[in-house]
């Protein structure tokens, strides 16, 4: 059975950058887009990135565009979330999902991911 589990949060000071990893299990990864999502208490989980199989198609929220950038490495089956200029409020719970959609539609939308993962804590101070 496919799982995901992320790795790489932390406590980081305002202007520190932080790099998210998300190993996958599963002969499939490749064919799969995938995506980063964040939740803090009290808010909706919100969509951060998003990347399609092959890599060559990035998506993000305007809220980080410019500062966070998500890559994937198939042959590793390892997706990425390299965060620079973290600001307190990108502290949350980030997690790593599978897109159940294979269109290039919809990647803001939590309901089309269909597996997710534990979740890691990134926590920035001002």
């Known amino acids: 059975q496919v799982q995901l589990v992320e790795s790489g949060g932390g406590l980081v000071q305002a202007g520190g950058s932080l790099r998210l990893s998300c190993a996958a299990s599963?002969?499939?990864?490749?064919?799969?887009?995938m995506g980063w999502f964040r939740q803090a208490p009290g808010n909706e989980r919100e969509f951060v990135a998003g990347i399609n199989w092959s890599g060559v198609n990035t998506y993000y929220a305007d809220s980080v565009k410019g500062r966070f950038t998500i890559s994937r490495d198939n042959a590793k089956n390892t997706v990425y979330l390299q965060m620079n200029t973290l600001q307190p409020e990108d502290t949350a719970l980030y997690y790593c999902?599978?897109?159940?959609?294979?269109?290039?539609?919809?990647?803001?939308?939590?309901?089309?991911?269909?597996?997710w993962g534990q979740g890691t804590q990134v926590t920035v101070s001002s």
């Open positions: 999902a599978r897109k159940a959609d294979p269109s290039g539609a919809n990647w803001y939308r939590a309901g089309v991911y269909d597996l």
């Open positions: 599963g002969r499939t990864f490749s064919t799969v887009n």
